[in-house]
Structure formats: C-alpha cells, structure tokens
C-alpha cells in the first residue's frame, strides 16, 4: 500500500462546474486519491491515500474538457465521470490497479454476478457497460480487446412508460386543474408580493376536499401543476417543455391563434415545435383557456427575450423550471399531504413520460399511428421502447374481454358480435378506456385541416360504405376529397412546420405528376386550380419563418411519408372521355 499523503492538494483547475439542473461537478481532484472523498473534505486538507494514477485522470479531465468546447452534453459528461466513480471506488475496495483490462473484467463480472442475484437489472449493466466503454477507448484510448471476455447483456427488462387509465386521469387532472386555478387567481391578485416573498413564506392557499392548506412557495407549486397540465395537452418530454421559450403568436386563414414554441433537442440535433391552437386539434378546446393563463403568469413573472415560458420566483430572483423543482413539489408537499391510488393499491403520482404515454395511446387509437408519430416526434426505436405498452391494467381487461369472446365462440360456434351480446359485453375495456371527445378539426393527408370532418360530405362517404357492407351501424366515414378541400369552407390550414411540409409534398406530386397524364391540357383541367389555390391563397398567408423552415425539410428530408412520390397521387387522376368508354 502506497504511503504517500494527500496534503491539501485540491486544485481548482482540476474540477469542472458542469451546466446541469443540479449544478453538478466533475471534480477530478477526487480520482486522485483512494475511495474518492468528497469534494468538501479534500479541501479541509486532511491526509489521504495517493492512488497513483495521476497520468490517467489528467488525461480524463483534458479529454472532458476538450468535449465540452466541442459542444458535449454535461449530463452525459456527468454520467460519464459516475460511472467512472463507481469503477474506481471498486478498485480501490478491491486494492486493483485502474484501468486495466485485469480490473475492467472482475469488475464487469462482478456486476454480471449481481444481475444474476437479481439486485440489478440488465438494462443498468448494459448502461454501466456502455459508460465505462467509451470512457476507456474514446476518452483513455485503450485498447478495444480489454473488452474481449466481458459478458454482454441485453435490455430485455427495461420498461416502457405506463400511461394512466382513465380512473387514474379522473384522480390526477382535477387536483392539478383546481390547485393551478386558485393559485393562478392569488398570483393575478398581487403579482409582486409573491415574487419577493421568501419560499418559506406562506403567501397563498389552496382548497381540495373540504380542506384549506397554506402554501410556500406558491409561484412553484402553480408552475408544477401548470407543467404537468402542458404536458398532457402537448404530449411533449420534461427536457423540451423546460425549453420552451415565451412563444410567437401567428395567425392563421380563419383568423384563429396558433402558439408556436421551439425547443432544441440535443440528442436528435434538431429543433422541434409545441403547437397549441384555437382550433381544438389533437387538444381539448378547454385547454386553450389554461394555456392562455399559464402565458399571462410567465409574462408577469419574467417577460425577458431569453425567458422560458416554464418559470418560478421567490426572494425577487426568476428561475427556470428544473426537474429538481417537480421532484420537491412532489415528494415533499403533494405525497406529504395527499394520498392517490391507482386500482390495483399503487401509489399515484403525476409524472411527465406517463401523461405523455397517455396521450400517445389515446393518439394512437383514435387517429392511427401516423398522426401518434407526428405528435411524439420520436424515432420509430424510441416510440417502441418507450410509448407502446400503454397500461398494464387496461392490457390486463383486453385481454380477458378477448380470451371470454373467443371462448364464447367455440362454446357458441357464433360470431363475435353474438358471443359479445351472449356475455353482456356491450363496451370493450380498451374502447372504454380511450374513450374521448374527438376534437371537430381534423388532420387530412393534404397538409391540411378539417374544421367538420363529419359534415355533409362526409355522408356521401358513409352511405356508400354502408351499401358496400364495409361500416358496421353507427359507424361514420369522415370526408375524403382531398382535392375538393382546396376552396372548401371548412378547411383551415395550421401554421406548424410538419403540416406546411406535407403539403408542399402534396403540392410537389401534384406537380411532378404531369407526365402522368396524356397531355400538358389533362394536366391543367385536373390540377391546375389546385396548384393556383395553394400559391395564391394558402402560401402567401404562411408565416415567412414557419415556410421557409417546410422548405427547407422538403429540401432536406424529401417528400412527407405521405407522399412518397407522383405516383401516390395517380388515383386523383380522373380518366379521360375516352377511356371511361
């Protein structure tokens, strides 16, 4: 064992401030010596064991520092000198020399033999695994065969987001719906006396259940409540809601509001847009008078270029929102003083990925897995992992609403419609639990919108299904004429850059469809009306940024999946005189 003492020999240079929620740090100054202790306590200058790697860890730190002026996540830098942390301190429990491939597979196997014990999961080893690979070949340089004898695992335990029934959503929404409300009309009250209040001042109270509670800190408590709201109505992530900037207002052709919010997502390198709108598309109309307040209380609270719309206050001092700030909210006032239950006796808390897994299930049932693509914006892998389990409860009550069906069947030898009317099954649980007023606009395949869907074109559509036999009764077909929608009435065009993209696709094979037709004149007294209606009336009005933004993911990404070329549209083409003899 080494003697040499560690004398007061913290360096500053030697320890990173990272920029993350919880101001984390990466202080090399700990590798240096055995057991790695606190930042705190090496700087009081007691003695420590040298841990002889020196070299190594300066390497490391330069390697950090070198990733952060190229632009590196510090949360995955700071995830990165973690996992390193827990490698060392094992070597030193162990008395291993660091970063050796010797000490790299005792160590992995030792966390291969916990998962076999079950006290770790496959994913974490896989996550551990992964951490400490790159920090050994890209960050140290080492050589890639250390890694040889190492086991490799799969994620086969990592669990989706499971998304609330709606008995859960009956519980969550009107707590959270009443407690931004009161604190909203307090705040509106007297804006500056709770912005300089202390946070452990009590400033405002809160009503629920025939009970009066006095709040601290009521600025973050509404903003809380006011998170988790935006986050079903929006289906948007913690990181992006966080990021949201005080929104642009645009106008659109029937003279509604559209709020447009960007926000940067560093993994996929792209901006992305949370839309809210006047017209009631994909949210519910109620929403919209929410919205509009949590906008007048961001403002009020800071109204600055760079502010988010997400923030809090108190002492005088403006704060953005933090993943820390709805972890307090949660476990030290909500779990304190409220006690919610799922149905199987779980604890019930609000959480941003289930409201978002939520949405996601219910986007999906209704409106098909296209417009649930367009809501998450993830990649197809993500929305796998993550956003299609949906509830085990719900999964639970399908399946047995299933196998009692089918088992009726063959007792019966009936059709399903009569083994449901033999069991008294007049509601399937999953059509039950996704059972939602659809909102009156419409997404159709052209870009753009239908403010009545079911109006009395869409009736032509159903009466022809119904003589067909392909609609069972109640059943109703929407309105199809997607070239009869350029002129319409009823159509409205929503200023989001997906939808101007798909229909500039849609443009785009109308236009390249004219060797397609039999002569420059079919092409004209098919399309020609079109393509004057979108440039003339419907481009033009298209905010300069939103458009050129459409364009240039036209440009970049091709047509919408929608279209996927001039031949996507030859059924839009009507035959000649001629050929229909």
Known sequence: MSEIAYLNGWKSKLCIELDTEDNKKADFNRFMVKHFPSTEVLKKGMQFEDAARTGVIL????????AIQEGASHASLYNFFFGTSLYLRWCDEQNMTAFTQPSLEKYMNHLDNRVMLGSMKNSTYTQRLSIITVVFTQYLELPYHYFDNVVVRDKSDTQSFE???????????PFLRALFKQTYQQFMVNPEKHINANRCK???????????YQLSGGISKMMCAGTYLLSYYTYANTSDLFQLKLPEKASTNVGEIWYTMPAFKRRAFKSIRIEMGGHGLDIPKYSLDFFDKLLDASKLIS????????QTASSKKVRRMKSTTLNTFLRLWVEKHFSFTDQTGRKLRPLVSR???????????????LANDIMLNNTPNTRKKHYSEGNQITNNGMMQDTMMIREEQVKSAVNTEKAKENLGINVLVIEQEHKVDIPSLSRTPNGGSCAYPFGEKSKKYTKKAKTQGLLKEGEQLAC?????CFGCPDQVIVQSVVDIWCLLSFKACIEESLYQHLDASHYRNNFENIIEFIDTKILPSIHTKIRKQ???KLDDEGFHPTWDGPKSILHFIPKSHKESK
């Open 59 to 66: 390497q490391l730190k330069a390697r950090f520092d070198e």
């Open 163 to 173: 998304s609330y029934t709606k008995n859960d959503k009956k519980q969550l929404l």
């Open 202 to 212: 009590k400033t405002m109270t809160f009503q629920w259940k025939n009970k009066e």
């Open 303 to 310: 109204d600055d270029e760079n502010s988010t719309l997400l």
């Open 355 to 369: 409201f978002r897994e939520s949405g996601a299930q219910i986007t999906a049932y209704h409106q098909g897995e």
């Open 480 to 484: 199809a004429d997607l070239l009869g």
């Open 550 to 552: 459409a364009e240039a």
